[in-house]
């Protein structure tokens, strides 16, 4: 495991922005870095834990993107979008690592992010009433033949609330192959579902965006 970063909860310096915030860990102010971890921590770390499957290994990922900024805050560049560049640092650490086994192993040569096996909860994407618990069933058994590139491109957008600027970013992929994965699979959960069920989603009241 990486070197554990335990921030003080007990920091009360005010920032104007996440741009104000950055800039100030550059500056090499400890407050502002405990005060970003504590704000992105648990967001980040859920993320990993979709794309890792693993508990242990996605803290790990996310402890040691935290670390890693804060070692080298003397060489980092100032960044307007602090959120986006987060997540994007994140998913590159993941894919580097499981490329990085991938030749220790001795398999393929190169490794594409395809490989990442996003796993999208229904529970996710359904509200609660007094029938979630069918409707989740039924959702679930949908998802999971979603693709994982689909189901990582709905988590951003309707879990963490990115548009598609940011998602482009952080899955390296163009703004109009963003909108096709969420459409592909809006569409296929538009004919694969009741719409009762249909209903009980949070994307059904985004699906007039597309």
């Not at 796993?119 to 679930?140: F, G, V, Y």
Request: proline share 1%; glycine share 2%; aromatic share 12%.
């Amino acid at each position: 495991m990486v070197e554990s970063i335990q921030p003080d909860y007990t920091c009360d310096v005010k920032f104007k922005d996440d741009p104000d915030l950055w800039q100030s860990i550059l500056e090499g102010e400890r407050d502002a870095f405990e005060l970003l971890f504590q704000k992105y921590f648990d967001d980040l770390f859920h993320y990993a834990l979709k794309l890792t499957g693993q508990r242990s290994i996605a803290e790990d990922h996310v402890q040691g993107l935290f670390l890693y900024i804060w070692q080298k805050r003397g060489t980092l560049k100032e960044v307007m979008a602090v959120k986006t560049y987060l997540w994007a640092a994140l998913r590159r650490r993941i894919i580097d690592s499981y490329r990085k086994k991938k030749t220790e192993r001795k398999y393929l040569n190169t490794y594409h992010d395809d490989n990442l096996s996003m796993q999208l909860s229904s529970e996710e994407l359904i509200i609660n009433d007094e029938q979630a618990t069918i409707r989740s069933k039924k959702l679930k058994k949908a998802i999971e033949q979603l693709s994982s590139r689909e189901c990582e491109v709905l988590y951003l957008k309707f879990y963490e609330g990115m548009n598609y600027q940011e998602i482009e970013q952080i899955m390296s992929v163009n703004y109009q192959t963003c909108r096709n994965y969420t459409y592909r699979a809006i569409e296929f959960l538009r004919k694969t579902l009741h719409t009762e069920v249909l209903a009980s989603i949070i994307l059904a009241g985004l699906l007039s965006m597309l």
